[in-house]
T-cell receptor, first 115, second 112 residues
Framework: GENVEQHPSTLSVQEGDSAVIKCTYS??????FPWYKQELGKRPQLIID?????GEKKDQRIAVTLNKTAKHFSLHITETQPEDSAVYFC??????????????FGKGTHLIIQP | NAGVMQNPRHLVRRRGQEARLRCSPM?????VYWYRQLPEEGLKFMVY????????ESGMPKERFSAEFPKEGPSILRIQQVVRGDSAAYFC??????????FGPGTRLTVL
């Protein structure tokens, strides 16, 4: 089955700096990679996703890059703000949109934005 | 359009009792997924269902756990004879036929 590794487990950055979280996956059949943000005691919320037919996707301060050859994908957050503090999870799926497949999650990155 | 609903939000059971967790998908969503999250860990896929069908239960323990998604009503995750190790947050997600999974607020199960 699929295995998703996520690094780092904790990331502390100064407010206004950029944050990068990296994930690798094992199954070359995976073709859908969402990122979820989870605040303490709350539900995971989708922040951005990417499908394997593109290499990069951007939404305001958030971007995701995908390297299919190396089987890794990364989340980039620019101009970090205090409300970005949360746990971020990457995930992978084989059915191109999650609509017919369970997601395999990384273990999460606790992002801390220092004022 | 209401999001994914789960109830109860908190559930306390003693060892050996049964736990029933409910999930109502978003309107228009026909696919339901259950995940378990242990403290300080990621989410682990348990089971994927469509109406009246279990599509993939590869992540669900073989014993004591069962899931259903009847033609009418919510999806139910049932845990029989609970043990302390079952204490976790259980999240349900739903999606349309092809699309993003949206998560519910979760049920936090505590086994005493």
């Amino acid at each position: 089955g699929e295995n998703v590794e996520q690094h780092p487990s904790t990331l502390s950055v100064q407010e206004g700096d950029s944050a990068v979280i990296k994930c690798t996956y094992s199954d070359s059949a995976s073709n859908y990679f969402p990122w979820y943000k989870q605040e303490l005691g709350k539900r995971p919320q989708l922040i951005i996703d990417i499908r394997s037919n593109v290499g990069e996707k951007k939404d305001q301060r958030i971007a995701v890059t995908l390297n299919k050859t190396a089987k890794h994908f990364s989340l980039h957050i620019t101009e970090t703000q205090p409300e970005d503090s949360a746990v971020y999870f990457c995930a992978a799926s084989q059915k191109g949109g999650g609509g017919a497949d369970g997601l395999t999650f990384g273990k999460g990155t606790h992002l801390i934005i220092q004022p | 359009n209401a999001g994914v609903m789960q109830n109860p939000r908190h559930l306390v059971r003693r060892r050996g009792q049964e736990a029933r967790l409910r999930c109502s998908p978003m309107k228009g969503h026909s696919h339901v997924y259950w995940y378990r999250q242990l403290p300080e860990e990621g989410l682990k896929f348990m089971v994927y269902l469509q109406k009246e069908n279990i599509i993939d239960e590869s992540g669900m323990p073989k014993e004591r756990f069962s899931a259903e998604f009847p033609k009418e009503g919510p999806s139910i995750l049932r845990i029989q004879q609970v043990v302390r190790g079952d204490s976790a947050a259980y999240f349900c997600a739903s999606s349309p036929a092809v699309g993003t999974q949206y998560f519910g607020p979760g049920t936090r199960l505590t086994v005493l």
